[in-house]
């Protein structure tokens, strides 16, 4: 597999996450219901440098009442996403699905963590797995519980 730009993953998560938001505005909010087998979720943390709330358009591939679990990968690029970076520094976040939103604690998977819940995340959408080869840095599975 070949590798990609950083660029090209930037610039393709942009058209991902603005499609996204488009096919909601569109909708009032009706669609899509799952992405790719997928829970859509919007992220709420606090930049790590500018201190101010940024959403992020995400997708949960584990979504259940006791947690949500979400994937650094960033489209298989060299460095951590920016909402992964500020969670990291701040674990207090925000998780809204269907116009509710809820606080949540997030923590980075443990190695243990992260090779326990790996299969199930590869099954909801395989193309974690070629993320992950398409990348030398260990891409970070992120445990989102209720506040």
């Given at each position: 597999?070949?590798?990609?730009?950083?660029?090209?993953?930037?610039i393709?998560?942009?058209?991902?996450?603005?499609?996204?938001?488009?096919?909601?505005?569109?909708?009032?909010?009706?669609?899509?219901?799952?992405?790719?087998?997928?829970?859509?979720?919007?992220?709420?943390?606090?930049g790590?440098?500018?201190g101010?709330?940024?959403?992020?358009?995400?997708?949960?591939?584990?979504?259940?009442?006791s947690?949500?679990?979400?994937?650094a990968?960033?489209?298989?690029?060299?460095?951590?996403?920016?909402?992964?970076?500020?969670?990291?520094?701040?674990?207090?976040?925000?998780?809204?699905?269907?116009?509710?939103?809820?606080?949540?604690?997030?923590?980075?998977?443990?190695?243990?963590?992260?090779?326990?819940?790996?299969?199930?995340?590869?099954?909801?959408?395989?193309?974690?797995?070629?993320?992950?080869?398409?990348?030398?840095?260990?891409?970070?599975?992120?445990?989102?519980?209720?506040?």
């Open positions: 597999m070949s590798k990609q730009p950083d660029w090209a993953i930037r393709g998560a942009w058209f991902l996450e603005n499609g996204h938001r488009a096919v909601l505005a569109l909708t009032g909010g009706r669609y899509p219901k799952k992405v790719l087998g997928m829970q859509p979720v919007e992220l709420y943390t606090i790590s440098k500018t101010q709330r940024r959403g992020t358009l995400l997708t949960a591939p584990i979504y259940e009442p947690r949500v679990v979400l994937v990968s960033y489209g298989g690029g060299t460095d951590n996403p920016a909402w992964y970076k500020n969670l990291v520094k701040n674990p207090a976040v925000e998780i809204a699905v269907d116009d509710v939103t809820r606080p949540f604690t997030a923590h980075t998977a443990s190695a243990e963590e992260k090779a326990a819940l790996w299969p199930a995340i590869v099954k909801v959408n395989p193309g974690y797995a070629g993320y992950q080869k398409n990348t030398d840095r260990d891409i970070p599975v992120i445990v989102c519980v209720p506040a």
